[in-house]
């Protein structure tokens, strides 16, 4: 694992903007592992400027995301196609072809699961997958749980991660209490993870999953067994490790 500690949110977006663009610029046709919530904007917004600088094209890369709600649809602001569009997809030349994220609005989820799956199998491996955690220690949305699962599956979402979530909503009974995700498969198969973690409220957790035994009631743990684990952590999410732990 290689730690790269900085003091706040915009050097770690800065640090993980400069490791994405050297990544597409060695390889254009990068598939990037890509993640929502607040964690990555900073980093998205950055990958769109050094395009408009001339710096990198991402019109080869190809983009599989880590989750979608159940029942929304991607004109629905909440909904974490209309996020990507947002923040990253629609301020970058990346073909809109070439991103994928569950379909949240099928009902069918061994159907869509199985989708997904072979979808990500056949763009697999990930060369780059961005991801943050959660304040329960959820990598995409995998929650803590009693076993690890490999796949893409329907999870029911934790009250922690409602309340979290809630933020992106009107009201929180309007948060779904279901979305697809991602399993660790793809995850830990990924030639590069880049974890980005900022904010006190991550720090205890951070340091569990990265410090504690592997275990799926952390779900992030599991990163301790990825080969190539790169962590973008800041000063408060950092305070639980003592001086000198990296
Ligand atoms: C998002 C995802 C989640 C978030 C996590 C942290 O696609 O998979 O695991 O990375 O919930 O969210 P923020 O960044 O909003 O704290």
């Known amino acids: 694992m290689k730690m790269i500690a900085v003091s ?8 993980a903007a400069e490791l994405v663009v ?12 890509l993640a929502t919530g607040g964690t990555p904007v900073g980093t998205y917004a950055l990958m769109a400027e050094a395009q408009r600088r001339g710096e990198v094209t991402y019109a080869q890369c190809r983009s599989v995301n880590l989750d979608e709600y159940l029942g929304l649809a991607p004109e629905n602001p909440a909904s974490y196609r209309y996020f990507m569009q947002d923040k990253l997809f629609n301020h970058i030349d990346i073909l809109p072809e070439n991103t994928h994220l ?15 799956d072979a979808l990500v199998d056949s763009l697999a491996p990930i060369d780059l997958q961005i991801l943050g955690m959660g304040h329960n220690g ?27 979530n809630q933020r992106f909503f009107d009201r929180r009974e309007d948060v779904p209490c279901q979305a697809y995700t991602m399993g660790m498969g ?25 410090t504690g035994p592997i275990t799926p009631q952390v779900p992030g743990s599991i990163l ?14 950092l305070s639980k490790f003592s001086v000198g732990s990296f």
Request: glycine fraction near 4%.
């Open 8 to 15: 706040n949110y915009d050097e770690m977006s800065r640090r």
């Open 22 to 33: 050297a990544q597409v610029q060695k390889k254009a046709t990068t598939l990037l592992g």
């Open 102 to 116: 569950p379909n949240g609005t099928n009902q069918d989820a061994v159907a869509e699961c199985a989708r997904y």
């Open 138 to 164: 959820h990598i995409a949305f995998n929650e803590p749980d009693d076993h690890f699962v490999a796949g893409t599956h329907l999870v029911d979402l934790g009250a922690a991660t409602i309340d979290a």
């Open 186 to 210: 793809p995850i830990l198969q990924a030639e590069q993870v880049l974890l980005l973690v900022s904010g006190d409220e991550k720090a205890e957790i951070l340091h569990q999953s990265l």
């Open 224 to 237: 301790q067994l990825h080969r190539n684990l790169t962590v973008i952590a800041d000063a408060a999410a």
